[in-house]
C-alpha cells in the first residue's frame, strides 16, 4: 500500500510534467486506430500479411529469452503475427512500467503485465493510456467472452472482476479452475510421523503433540538434536489462522457481510498465543522472521524440517514422495474446517495501450490462450500453453469418467538435445512458455495429474498428490474472503493507502514482537488501542462502503 501512495504521487507529478507530450497520445476509439485491410475477424492466420506488436513484459528469473520458447514461435506460426520483446527482470519491472507511463513510451502490448487495480485507475480511467477493452472483447475475444459469461471461477463473477468503477475493462485475466489451484497448505514428512508414531494432525492441539515428538523423538533416526519441527517464512497466516475461525489471510476479511480487520479478533490473538507458545518451546523455526527463503531451501534440503508451508520441492527431487498436505485444521476455539477462498482467477497479466495500431489483432491473438473446450486447441495451442506447452508436443490429455488426466514428464523425451534433468518449473521456463501461475492469459480447466487409471505413472509428481486432496479436503471447505477484486474510488484509494500502509507496517513489527515473547499477550489491548489510534476504523468504514457497493 506505502508503495501504491508512493506511485499515485509520483504519477500525478509526472503527469502534470509531461502534459505537453500526452496530449500527442489522446484516447481514440479502437475502430479508429487500426485498419482491418489485412485482417482476418475468423480463422487462421489472424492477419494475412506478418504484423509486428511491441511488448513489454516480466521476465522470471528461469525464463529464457520468449522469442525462443516454442509456445511463442508456434503462436507466431499460427498468428502471423510476430512480438518483439522488451522484457525486464520481474524483481525491477513494477519501476520500469512506471516510467513507461510516466514518459508515454509504451509498448503496444504488456504481457506478464502486473496490471493492478490502482494502475488501471489512474493509466485507464484517468490517464486513458490504457484501451478500453468492453469491444473488443464482445468482438474478437469469443473464447474469454464464453468464460465471463459462464461465471467461471469461485468467486463471483469474472466480468465483475474485471470491470473498473467506470464500466471498463482495462486488463485481461489467467483464469485457471485446476484441483491443484489452492496454495499456502502446510506440508508434514511421512517419515517423520512413522518414525514417532504419531498420526496426521486434525487440530491445533494435536499439531502441537506432533512438534513435540519431531523435536524430541529423533524422527531422522541420526541421534542428534538436529530437527526443526516446524518453519515458516513470516506469518503463516493461511491455514493455521483459519483453523481459529479466520479464512481471511490475517488483514481485512468478510464475516457474516461484516468487514473485519484480523488483528482486532479474538481469533487472531489465539492466533498468535498459539504461535508464541510454538516459539516459546522451540517447536518453530526460531529464524521465522529473519531468515531467507534461499536459508529455509537449504533446510530442506537436508531433510531437517518436519512441518512447513512451502512446497515438497524445497526437499529436492523426489520431495513429493516424502510429504503429505495437511487437511484444513480446527483449534479449542472453532470446530469448523475452514480455508481462504482461491477465486480461480487473477487480473492484469495482460493489458493494450493507446499506441497499439493493432488492437483486433492482438485481442484475437491472446484469445487463443482461453479456449475453454481442450478438444478445440488450434495446432495445440490453446489455455494449458501457457502453463506447459503444446498439446503432444509437451504434454498428453485423456479424459476418463468426464474427468481430464495430464502427463508431461516422458515428452522430453521430444527433444533429447535439451537437459531432462531439470526440474519440470526450469525446464518449461527455460524451453517452453514464459507462462506462470496467474500471470499469464489463459484459461486452465480442471485438470488432474497423471493417475494410476492410465498406462503408466509418473512417480514424484507433486500434483499427482495435490489434485485429489485439495478436491477432498479443501474445496469443500472454502470461505469467502474480502475479495481482492473490490474497487474503490480515486478519493478511497488515496485514504486507504496511507492509513493502511501504516497499519501493515505497524502490524508487521507487533507480530513479530509478540510471537518471539518480546511482548506479553496481556498487553494485547495496547496493539488494539494503537490500531485505532491508526485510523483502523475510519479503513473499516471505506472497505465497508466499497464492499456494500459490490454486493448492489
Known sequence: MKKFFILLVTFIFTFALFAGCMSSLEFKETEEIVSKDNFNATGYPIVDESITIKVMGAKASLQSDWSQLDVMKAMEELTNIKLVYNLVPQDGYTERKNLAFASGDLPDLFLRAFITIPDEMAYGTQARMLLPLNTLIENYAPNLLSLMDEGKGNVGNIREGLTALDGNIYSLPSIALTPTSPGGLIHIRVDFLENTGMEIPTNTDELYEVLRAFKYGDPNKS?????????????????????????????????DDKVIFSPMTVAYREYVTYLAKLFAEGLIDNEMFSQTTQELLAKGEQRLIGVHVTGPNMYGVGGAREVLILPPLTSPINNVKMTPMDSGYSIGVAALTIKNPYPEATMRWIDVFYQPDVNKYENGLGGIAGWFGIEDMHYHLEEVDGEYYYERASYRNNFPDRDKDMAMNQYIHTYVTPGGAGTWPRYLPPLMEYAPILDHIITGEYNHLKGPHCKEHYFPYMTQGYSEF??????????????????????????????????SMDSWDEVLETLKEIGVDRALEIRQNAYDRSRN
Not at 238 to 251: H, P, T, V
Not at 497 to 517: K, N, P, R, S
Request: hydrophobic share 45%; net charge negative; proline share 3%.
Open 223 to 255: 541421534g542428534k538434536d538436529d530437527i526443526i519441527p516446524m518453519s515458516v517464512l513470516g506469518m503463516p497466516h493461511g491455514l493455521l489462522l483459519s483453523a481459529f475461525g479466520d479464512a481471511g489471510g490475517g488483514r481485512f476479511n468478510v464475516i
Open 486 to 519: 473490490i474497487r474503490f474510488t480515486e478519493d478511497e484509494q488515496q485514504e486507504l493507502a496511507i492509513i493502511e500502509a501504516d497499519l501493515l507496517t505497524f502490524m508487521a513489527q507487533i507480530d513479530a514482537q509478540y510471537v518471539i515473547g518480546e511482548k
